[in-house]
Every structure is written in C-alpha cells, then in structure tokens.
C-alpha cells in the first residue's frame, strides 16, 4: 500500500470452515448467559464446544468484554491454538454491539502478538458486524517495537496475517469495509507512531519531516504540503508557537497539509496541537508522570494522519490540517509568566502560565485557518489536566458551536470512540480579563479548566463554525492494553475526525 503508509496486516476474507484452517490461532467468541458462559461460534465442533463450556469455570472464562483466554485447540480443530474472546451479555435483540465485536477482535489479535497467523470467527450477521470485527483486528494487530532489539521485538511484532470468517465474502459492501479498514488501520498506526516515538527524535523540524514524507506519494491526489520555520512564524505575527518554542534549542514549525479535491462538497479545517515535550516550561510541571508528556502532539498526529486517510479514501472534501509543533522547555531564552504574546491576527496574551501553552499555539493555528476561509473548524488537542478531571483516562470531551459539537459526538459514537459533549459556560469569558493584555492564558480559579480553555480558544474563531476536541486522557494509555487499544499511543480522535468527514461528504 506504498512506503509512506504505517504497517497494516493483511487482512482477507474467507467463507471456510474455521476448524480447517491451519493457523497459528483461532479466535471465537464468548458470551455471559444465566447459565454462565457459552461459546459462540457455529462451526466449531460440537464435542469441542460442551468440553470448553464445561471447564469454563475453571479456565476462568467468564465471557466478559475484553476477556481473552487462550487454550490448545484440541481434536478436530486445525489451528495451534484457541483464542476465547469475551463478548459480554447479548443486547436485547440478541445480537452484540459493533463496538462489542470491535473491542473483542481487536482483543483476540493483540493477544497472540508473536504469531504469524489467526483467524477470526466472530459473529458477523450483518455486513455491519463484519466491518466492526474487521476495523477491531486491524487496529489490535499493533506494536511499536522501533526502539527494541533482538528476540524483544519479535516476541512483541504484532500478527501478520488475518483471515475474518464470514458469510459476506462476496459481497461488494464487505470487500469496500475491508479496503476502508486497512485505511483506517493505517493512519490511526501512523499517529500511533509518532506519539510513541521519543522526544528527541520527535522534534518539531523532526516532525514536520515526518508530515512531508506521510504525503510524499499523495501529490497526484491533491495534498500540498507547507511548513513555516522560525524566522517565517516571527515574521508572520504567530506569537504564541513563537513564544511557547523559544525556550528550546530546536525551534518551532507550523505544518499545513492540504488536501483539495475537485469539486469539494465543503472545506473543512483540522487543526492540532503538536507540542513535542511539554516540561510546562518554567511554569514547571512535577517530575512524576512528565515522562509521558512525550504524548502531548497526539492532536497533531491526529490531524496529520486524517489527511493522509482523506486523501487516501478520495473524500470529496477539502480538508486542510494545521499542525502546530513546537517544545515547551525552561531554558534561558523561555516566555516567562508575566510576558505578553501577540496572537497572529493582534490579540494579545498575558501569560499566566507557561504550562498552559497548547492554547497559545493553538490559537494561532486556528487564526490561520479562519484567515483561509472554512465551512467549519475543528481543533484537537491534548489540552488539559482537567479533562481528565472531568471525564477520566477513556472519554474525551467535545465543546464549541451546538451544531459541530453534536455533528462531532455523532461521528465518535459512528466511530466507536467515546466522547462526550461539555458546555461552556457564558460566565468563564470573565475569567480571561487581563490588566496589561486583551486577555490571560489562563485562568486564577482552577475549577473548569477544560471549559475555560475552550473558552480562551474561541476568541480565536471569530463567526466560523468551530468544534473543540480535548483528548488529554485518551489519547496515552499508561496503564494496561485493553480492546484494540495498546500501552502508549492510541491515536485516539482519527476515526472520529474521518467519520465527521465522511458524513459531511454525503
């Protein structure tokens, strides 16, 4: 699928018996019933079924989402292993959820990182369900092994192979979800590796390489690619990517891709924050957990990799991403609290606070796109501790207009991501009063934070319609792997910015 596109596996589909196939793993489903568990795959054999149902307890199978048991496979089964996915209890209809499927497949196949090949008998009623399982192996099959060596990258190399068993091996609508995943897959990888690659590798100069060589081969399909330097931001009045990069030895950029199909249906603008290490400058932040600030460009990465699929995908949108990199260290040269920025279009900032710098490049990234002319905005960012506050380390918030605001969470939930909408309260805009500057970066009172940096990023939008994804907890995951989801970058914010896309296409 070309250089330029992150590793995907190879994924097909087959309408075999699934006991046939000499894989080195074979994944079914199970379920929680009022009985206990139960197997849910058709063609396994019976024998095979009644034996795993009945050491279930012992095997300690429950049949819970994310639940993943591996076991030999035993006579009349061809494949090495047998992978148990938990699917929970059935819906009311008896049927499982797309994000249930999804979650299990993508659970199953970062399991057996390691193998070589799985196959997958989930069940697929509907065309609908099969697009779920395919999209949940693809982004399980996953791992970021650049920085390891020897045996340790083998042993965590993700699966290579998948074969999805399915009775819709004919169908056109199945081949194009197939075709559409590997898409998917791959951008959401793509930003997965750039959040897991370290700070100093991942600069801002660096990451702007990186923007160019994502594009390299998408000329012929519209993409340009434009990136401002230092001395290009000074000139250009970006005061706030200026001024949150010059306490760092590598400087600042502001990377615009542009996606332009003919006859675009709308232009839509995707801008992200890509700040590469965030030490909070000289607002400096505890040493305990600053390691994973390494994650604080995952808007960018988001944002990159959403054009990139665009294009990819030959979406009739105009899509133009804004990536605002730069690196907020404490160095001799750093902003300091109490400096005031200029905005690129002339407002002025009072800093407050250095750790509160995404907002400030931030807002220049969203001048810039409002002075390009768009039908609608939309920023994401890993933006706030407060998000995490409020909505924890699996749900990102979504604020801004009423309508972009609700067209975003329609397209999350479409997508299997969670989000969730969050006011912004009229009575937060006093809180950006400063008394040397237009306004301050940040707020005395620390209750709301989230809202009040969307709050501060609005001034910046003027009347264009806007929309505001904060994706600070998400978008890391410290703790253990869970679904499709790996330990590190989860590329969160992808799938829903495409689905926005998609759905504004029709």
Same mark, same amino acid.
């Given at each position: 699928?070309?250089?330029?596109?992150?590793?995907?596996?190879?994924?097909?589909?087959?309408?075999?018996?699934?006991?046939?196939?000499?894989?080195?793993?074979?994944?079914?489903?199970?379920?929680?019933?009022?009985?206990?568990?139960?197997?849910?795959? =058709?063609?396994?054999?019976?024998? $095979?079924?009644? !034996?795993?149902? #009945?050491?279930?307890? !012992?095997?300690?199978?429950?049949?819970?989402?994310?639940?993943?048991?591996?076991?030999?496979?035993?006579?009349?089964?061809?494949?090495?292993? &047998?992978?148990?996915?938990?699917?929970?209890?059935?819906?009311?209809?008896?049927?499982?959820?797309?994000?249930?499927?999804?979650? @299990? @497949?993508?659970?199953?196949?970062?399991?057996? %990182?390691?193998?070589?090949?799985?196959?997958?008998?989930?069940?697929?009623?509907?065309?609908?369900?099969?697009?779920?399982?395919?999209?949940?192996? &693809?982004?399980?099959?996953?791992?970021?092994?650049?920085?390891?060596?020897?045996?340790?990258?083998? /042993?965590?190399?993700?699966?290579?192979?998948?074969?999805?068993?399915?009775?819709?091996?004919?169908?056109?609508?199945?081949?194009?979800?197939?075709?559409?995943?590997?898409?998917?897959?791959?951008?959401?990888?793509?930003?997965? =590796?750039?959040?897991? #690659?370290?700070?100093?590798?991942?600069?801002?100069?660096?990451?702007?390489?990186? @923007?160019?060589?994502?594009?390299?081969?998408?000329?012929?399909?519209?993409?340009?690619?434009?990136?401002? =330097?230092?001395?290009?931001?000074a000139a250009g009045g970006y005061g706030?990517?200026?001024?949150?990069? !010059?306490?760092?030895?590598?400087?600042?950029? $502001?990377?615009?891709?542009?996606?332009?199909?003919?006859?675009?249906?709308?232009?839509?603008?995707?801008?992200?924050?890509?700040?590469?290490?965030?030490?909070?400058?000289?607002?400096?932040?505890?040493?305990?957990?600053?390691?994973?600030?390494?994650?604080?460009?995952?808007?960018?990465?988001?944002?990159?990799?959403?054009?990139?699929?665009?294009?990819?995908?030959?979406? *009739?949108?105009?899509?133009? +991403?804004?990536?605002?990199?730069?690196?907020?260290? *404490?160095?001799?040269?750093?902003?300091?609290?109490?400096?005031?920025?200029?905005?690129?279009?002339?407002?002025?900032?009072e800093i407050t606070n250095t750790d509160?710098?995404?907002?400030?490049?931030?807002?220049?990234?969203?001048?810039?796109?409002?002075?390009?002319?768009?039908?609608?905005?939309?920023?994401?960012?890993?933006? #706030?501790?407060?998000?995490?506050?409020? &909505?924890?380390?699996?749900?990102?918030?979504?604020?801004? =207009?009423?309508?972009?605001?609700?067209?975003?969470?329609? %397209?999350?939930?479409?997508?299997?991501?969670?989000?969730?909408?969050?006011?912004?309260?009229?009575?937060? /805009?006093?809180?950006?009063?400063?008394?040397?500057?237009?306004?301050?970066?940040?707020?005395?009172?620390? %209750?709301?934070?989230? $809202?009040? @940096?969307?709050?501060?990023?609005?001034?910046?939008?003027? !009347? #264009?319609?806007?929309?505001?994804?904060?994706?600070?907890?998400?978008?890391?995951?410290?703790?253990?792997?869970?679904?499709?989801?790996?330990?590190?970058?989860?590329?969160?914010?992808?799938?829903? &910015?495409?689905?926005?896309?998609?759905? +504004?296409?029709?």
């Open positions: 699928m070309g250089d330029n596109i992150a590793s995907v596996a190879d994924l097909t589909l087959s309408g075999k018996n699934p006991t046939a196939l000499k894989v080195d793993a074979l994944v079914v489903g199970t379920c929680k019933t009022s009985d206990g568990p139960a197997i849910v795959a =058709d063609q396994l054999p019976a024998s $095979l079924v009644r !034996q795993i149902e #009945t050491l279930a307890p !012992q095997l300690g199978v429950t049949g819970a989402r994310d639940e993943v048991r591996k076991l030999p496979a035993g006579d009349g089964v061809k494949a090495s292993v &047998l992978v148990l996915s938990g699917l929970g209890e059935r819906e009311a209809d008896g049927t499982f959820a797309a994000e249930t499927l999804r979650r @299990a @497949a993508g659970a199953a196949v970062r399991e057996v %990182a390691g193998t070589t090949s799985v196959a997958i008998a989930l069940p697929t009623a509907t065309e609908d369900d099969l697009t779920a399982v395919v999209e949940g192996a &693809l982004l399980g099959a996953y791992a970021h092994t650049a920085y390891r060596t020897g045996d340790a990258a083998a /042993k965590k190399a993700p699966v290579a192979s998948i074969e999805v068993l399915t009775p819709f091996v004919r169908s056109a609508r199945a081949k194009a979800a197939v075709e559409r995943a590997h898409v998917v897959a791959a951008a959401v990888h793509g930003a997965r =590796d750039l959040v897991n #690659t370290p700070p100093n590798h991942l600069f801002p100069a660096a990451f702007a390489e990186a @923007a160019k060589t994502a594009v390299k081969d998408l000329g012929a399909k519209g993409v340009k690619v434009t990136v401002l =330097d230092e001395r290009q931001l706030g990517i200026v001024g949150v990069g !010059q306490g760092s030895a590598r400087p600042p950029r $502001l990377v615009k891709l542009a996606y332009s199909p003919a006859k675009a249906s709308a232009r839509v603008a995707l801008v992200g924050k890509g700040i590469t290490f965030d030490t909070g400058g000289i607002s400096l932040k505890p040493p305990a957990g600053m390691h994973a600030m390494t994650s604080d460009m995952s808007g960018a990465a988001a944002v990159l990799h959403t054009v990139v699929a665009a294009a990819r995908l030959g979406l *009739p949108v105009a899509v133009t +991403g804004y990536l605002c990199l730069a690196e907020n260290m *404490p160095g001799g040269n750093a902003q300091r609290p109490g400096d005031v920025v200029t905005i690129r279009g002339g407002k002025t900032v509160a710098e995404g907002r400030l490049v931030m807002a220049d990234g969203l001048v810039s796109a409002v002075e390009d002319g768009h039908d609608v905005v939309l920023d994401i960012a890993t933006l #706030t501790g407060a998000q995490v506050v409020a &909505l924890g380390n699996r749900v990102s918030g979504v604020m801004g =207009d009423d309508d972009v605001r609700d067209a975003v969470k329609a %397209a999350a939930d479409a997508a299997g991501e969670s989000f969730w909408p969050m006011p912004m309260p009229e009575e937060l /805009k006093a809180g950006l009063k400063s008394n040397v500057a237009d306004m301050v970066n940040s707020a005395s009172d620390r %209750a709301g934070g989230m $809202l009040f @940096a969307a709050t501060f990023l609005k001034e910046f939008v003027g !009347q #264009t319609p806007w929309g505001h994804l904060d994706i600070a907890g998400p978008a890391f995951n410290e703790k253990t792997a869970f679904g499709y989801t790996p330990v590190g970058g989860t590329g969160v914010g992808v799938r829903t &910015l495409l689905a926005y896309l998609e759905d +504004g296409a029709r």
